[in-house]
């Protein structure tokens, strides 16, 4: 927030600088001082400019509304799971993303775990989520597009059961 606050100022400022810096050059009609007071005031004001535009750009980028945005979006990538490091490297990482991971982790979005000695996110409602018709007393599964509402091998009702791509089973698996 005050990388924002701070870059508003300096954008502000280096305006105003390079705007009077202009005026002094255009006024100077070859008196020296004026002549170097413009190109001084004119200097300083793009600079002001330029570390201004750089604050308020970063600032924005490192908001959290910001940060929580990107890590849904390198997440969503990855079809809900992705590990630490590539997170780290769609995000930019750093210390608000991790805050920001920390946050989302404490309020059930995201669940922290590790696989092959890699730290892993997996956030559930980003996750392929497949949906098929279940039989509760012999188990056996049929495709949703298929018109029955009784299992035709023991006579139970059918219910529809979504389930995630977490990639713990073969369900998700090509092959035959």
């Not at 508003?8 to 705007?19: L, S």
């Not at 890590?71 to 969503?76: F, G, H, P, S, V």
Request: proline share 3%.
């Amino acid at each position: 927030m005050i990388q924002i606050i701070a870059g508003a100022f300096f954008i502000i400022a280096g305006t105003g600088g390079a705007f009077l810096g202009l005026m002094f050059l255009i006024v100077s009609s070859g008196s020296g001082s004026r002549l170097i007071t413009g190109i001084v005031l004119s200097a300083i004001g793009v600079a002001l400019l330029a570390s201004g535009i750089f604050l308020f750009r970063k600032g924005m980028r490192e908001r959290p509304g910001s940060v929580h945005d990107r890590i849904l979006k390198a997440a969503a990538k990855h079809n809900g799971v992705i590990s630490a490091e590539i997170l780290a490297a769609e995000t930019g990482g750093g210390d608000a993303v991790e805050f920001a991971l920390a946050a989302m982790i404490r309020k059930g979005q995201v669940a922290a775990g590790e696989k092959e000695g890699r730290k892993i996110y997996t956030f559930p409602e980003l996750q392929f989520k497949l949906k098929f018709k279940k039989c509760p007393y012999c188990g056996s599964d049929y495709p949703v597009k298929e018109d029955i509402e009784r299992c035709p091998s023991c006579g139970g009702d059918l219910k529809i059961v979504s389930e995630s791509s977490d990639g713990g089973g073969d369900r998700f698996s090509m092959d035959v």
